[in-house]
């Protein structure tokens, strides 16, 4: 299975600061034939299910606010919130869609400092 | 606008079969270009994927699983289950139903149900 692994595993940041989320795949996540990274990155509030974020390493999903980002090619991908919001504290998680089984990092929580 | 449900009963016994429907409005499963699935999330193993289905019956299914699992689709009821034999404590989790949006028999989930808390006990 490829393991997918976040860094940190929590986060504190101040309110309009920059939030930044690290995910690190045990193989390649790019495939050559269409250029396309299989990696997607999703937002859980407590009580809730997950809600997607990116996909494609860095495509935003409908109504996402455009001060999430994603980065990253290959094996080494981001998650960036440029500034950061209270409705933002939650747990990020990213998934790899590449290969079977799909997996899913262990996630980052993320709070207000 | 898409909905998704799940229904099931939350306690199931050791050893029986776990079976959980999820209900979808707003969209058709018969007309759909998209994979419908199930992940579950506990706190011991985070999220999982556990299988996908198109409404042509194409199916994948994760191998750890697979062996126990069967996801089917019923068109005329706008529905599609899954059941999963010889449960044991492990499969204790929040079980979710969702749809894809890459036609990704992996299922990148744009859409989620609430969620169904299942436990299993004796």
Known sequence: ?113 | QLQLQESGPGLVRPSETLSLTCSVSGDSISRSSFYWGWIRQSPGKGLEWIASIFYSGSTFYNPSLKSRVTISVDTSKNQFSLQLNSVTAADTAVYYCARDILVSGYLVAGYWGQGIVVTVSS
């Open chain 1, 1 to 113: 299975d490829i393991v997918v692994t976040q860094s940190p595993d929590s986060l504190a940041v101040s309110l309009g600061e920059r939030a930044t989320i690290s995910c690190k795949s045990s193989q390649n996540l790019l495939y050559s034939s269409n250029n396309k990274n299989y990696l997607g990155w999703y937002q859980q509030k407590p009580g809730q299910p997950p809600k997607l974020l990116i996909y494609w390493a860095s495509t935003r999903h409908s109504g996402v606010p455009d001060r999430f980002s994603g980065s990253g090619s290959g094996t080494d991908f981001t998650l960036t919130i440029s500034s950061l919001q209270a409705e933002d504290v939650a747990v990020y998680y990213c998934h790899q869609y590449y290969d079977n089984p799909s997996t899913f990092g262990q996630g980052t929580k993320l709070e207000i400092k």
